[in-house]
């Protein structure tokens, strides 16, 4: 490539993130031994190979104009420097140079037998690039050319930093630097640089700088994303303390107080998170959305040898969007959360405790973990029914606007497990669910302190102790209708179908009769069977849940229709029957592709009305509840597989042990046997 041109006072400059400060430094050390050894080359014959093997550069060339170095390799630590060229000559009162075709790149590292172990992951590597900024100013102090008195001026031009490529930032770009030392001793820096992101996003910084004798460095950016003006920063720093302020195109300010003890503030006022609304998705997820989110409050660190504490007070984020089709079918906005504690963090263990704020309702929670535990705590004081609900973000509960709520709930929960088992067994988990490797208790009386006063509009709870209508959309989107009520002809009162729903309940819900709509027993076998695998594979609805379901949610499974389903159950088994609900169930359950209730799906599976159905053919209908279209499509077109019999025969005797069927009912099932109508292919 062509040299650059020889350094004069008036080349055009730019600068780069002011956090990128060792690019400039790297190079100020090839001007010193250049410089240094400048003499030596005009002296001696063989002078330029001494420079050359000194400065790391391929080839050396002297002339009027300067002396030139082409194809630097510098290497310190773990950084290994590469210049293209760079030319060194005179600048006004003093010597000068221009760097073209800069890039720094990190080398990787063999431990040493003695060293303490390099950091891994993002966090390490973070921490790593933070250590080294905090160690070096973006203007070096020169002290050779501090006792010569002279001008010097440094220009680079064109430079790649892989070095500082952090989790979604890619290698920054340096499109100008000019660094300028004047003989009193003023350093004055001028720049334009350029961060990418993984995903495309690109910000530009401007920044100055200037530092004398007399003052710290004092400096002030201008950070643009596209055309706008994204930020604008300013700040001091010396040898004991960093001050910055941030203020954002979308409102608000931040900002940060570095001491060199290792301490450290942060705080916000109403900062607008708009044009970190990218970065951010790139770190915690696309679900994120933080473009019309504020931030207030404020943060402190410090470090005490091996352990970082942290305190947060008053933090707290507002107008937060999460699009995540887990936890609902649209956007939920959290219009306020917030968290005032603290936290310590170190090689062996992280502990947390303070107040997680959702609107007016506040949380108490503790945590701590270890590699052999991980424990949590959390309490819920007494609160309104009715704050617990205006306090849930929008679009968390759709279906529930408009309820209104009695009573005052408290509760709390206590979790603890060995996290070297979670997701570690394969197979069954029966045996390990008897003595669950762990401890969970979650005291939550919300069926018994909380009622709903109002039903949401669209859904009658209290009318379905009387004709109700279901209307639902069938495959073809057309709305359907059914009666539960004697007046459908589809419709199967429960006295005319006890055996087909009592071998629901055997199936489905056992505890039926006795619980409040939900199964505690079996959400925590369900609970530590799931953890054990590392996976949701195993649910615990009750019949009461599902009938909520089926008749006013819909069945995706979101963490907003989970609420819901609680709630709603709630209601339905305050004002309900026992033999209502389940009356209701058996006539709205799917037992087949399009296949509503015990009636239906006796006469599609057997060709037979409900009434006369065997003992073991009710059982096989009940067997479909979990998964109706594939089961009843797969056993039509294949045939009932033995197993699959077997399991019903087996259950047939639980029948019998609850009392539904006798036992000489439940002996003649053991050789019962079953066969599907044509119907069903």
């Not at 008036?10 to 400060?21: C, E, T, V």
């Not at 070096?140 to 501090?146: E, K, S």
């Not at 495959?475 to 419709?491: H, M």
């Not at 109706?628 to 019998?656: C, F, K, Y």
């Amino acid at each position: 490539m062509k040299p650059p041109s020889p350094p004069t006072p008036d080349r055009p400059s730019g600068g780069p993130d002011p956090s990128r400060g060792r690019a400039p430094k790297a190079a100020w050390r090839a001007v010193a031994a250049a410089s240094l050894c400048a003499a030596v080359a005009l002296a001696e014959r063989d002078g330029r190979a001494q420079l050359q093997a000194l400065t790391g550069a391929s080839q050396v060339d002297l002339d009027v104009g300067g002396l030139i170095l082409t194809d630097v390799a510098l290497s310190r630590r773990d950084l290994t420097v590469h210049v293209d060229a760079m030319r060194l000559g005179p600048w006004t009162g003093g010597v000068g140079a221009v760097v073209a075709g800069l890039r720094i790149e990190r080398r990787p590292t063999t431990p040493q037998p003695d060293a303490e172990p390099p950091s891994t992951g993002h966090a390490g590597r973070a921490e790593d690039a933070g250590r080294k900024a905090r160690s070096s100013l973006p203007m070096p102090q020169l002290a050779w050319l501090d006792r010569l008195g002279l001008d010097a001026g440094l220009l680079v031009e064109d430079a790649e930093l892989p070095a500082f490529a952090i989790g979604p930032l890619a290698p920054p770009h340096v499109h100008a630097l000019r660094i300028r030392r004047r003989a009193g001793g003023t350093y004055e820096m001028q720049g334009i640089a350029r961060a990418d992101l993984t995903d495309g996003t690109s910000y530009g910084v401007r920044l100055v700088a200037e530092r004398s004798p007399a003052s710290p460095l004092s400096f002030s950016a201008e950070v643009r994303s596209g055309r706008s003006s994204a930020f604008a920063m300013q700040g001091v720093h010396d040898e004991r303390r960093t001050e910055v302020e941030v203020r954002a195109r979308a409102g608000g300010r931040a900002r940060a107080v570095i001491d060199a003890d290792a301490a450290a503030r942060l705080d916000f006022e109403a900062f607008g998170l708009g044009d970190l609304d990218g970065p951010l998705r790139l770190v915690v997820g696309p679900a994120i959305d933080v473009s019309d989110a504020e931030l207030s409050g404020s943060l402190t660190f410090r470090k005490d040898g091996s352990t970082v504490s942290g305190q947060a007070t008053g933090l707290e984020i507002s107008r937060l969007r999460i699009v995540d089709g887990r936890i609902a079918d649209g956007a939920v906005t959290v219009e306020a959360f917030g968290f005032d504690g603290i936290a310590h963090v170190s090689a062996n263990q992280q502990t947390a405790s303070g107040t997680v704020h959702v609107g007016d309702v506040a949380v108490e929670i503790s945590a701590h973990r270890t590699d052999a535990v991980v424990a949590m705590d959390a309490l819920l004081p007494p609160t309104s029914c009715q704050a617990l609900f205006d306090s849930a973000p929008t679009g968390l509960l759709p279906h529930l606007a408009g309820a209104r709520f009695a009573g005052t709930l408290s509760g709390s929960l206590h979790f603890r497990i060995d996290p070297s088992r979670i997701g570690s067994v394969d197979g069954d988990t029966t045996a390990m669910l008897d003595d669950p490797p762990g401890e969970l208790d979650l005291a939550l009386p919300y069926p018994t302190a909380c009622t709903m006063i109002l039903d949401p509009p669209g859904i009658d709870v209290v009318g379905l102790q009387g004709p109700y209508v279901h209307r639902f959309r069938g495959d073809d989107g057309r709305l359907r209708r059914k009666v539960l009520a004697p007046a459908d002809r589809d419709f199967v009162p429960l006295d005319r179908a006890r055996r087909a729903a009592h071998a629901l309940v055997t199936m489905e819900d056992t505890r039926f009769y006795e619980h409040d709509g939900f199964d505690r027993e079996q959400m925590q076998r369900a609970f530590w069977h799931n953890l054990l695998r590392g996976r949701v594979e195993r649910g615990a609805s009750t019949i009461s849940q599902q009938l909520a379901r089926n008749l006013w949610l819909g069945g995706r499974r979101t963490l907003s229709r989970k609420l819901e389903e609680a709630v709603l159950t709630a209601r339905l088994e305050q004002v309900v029957s026992k033999d209502r609900i389940l009356e209701a169930y058996i006539n709205v359950i799917e037992l087949g592709p399009e296949v509503y209730g015990v009636g239906e799906a006796a006469r599609h599976h057997f060709g037979k009305p409900v009434t006369r159905l065997s003992i073991l053919e009710s059982l096989y209908l009940a067997s479909l509840a979990p998964a109706p279209r594939t089961l009843s499509l797969a056993h039509h077109r294949n045939g009932i597989p033995d197993a699959w019999v077997e399991r019903l025969r087996q259950q047939a005797r639980r029948m019998a042990l609850h009392g539904f069927v006798s036992w000489n009912d439940a002996r003649r099932a053991r050789t019962e046997r079953i066969a599907l109508s044509s119907r069903g292919d």
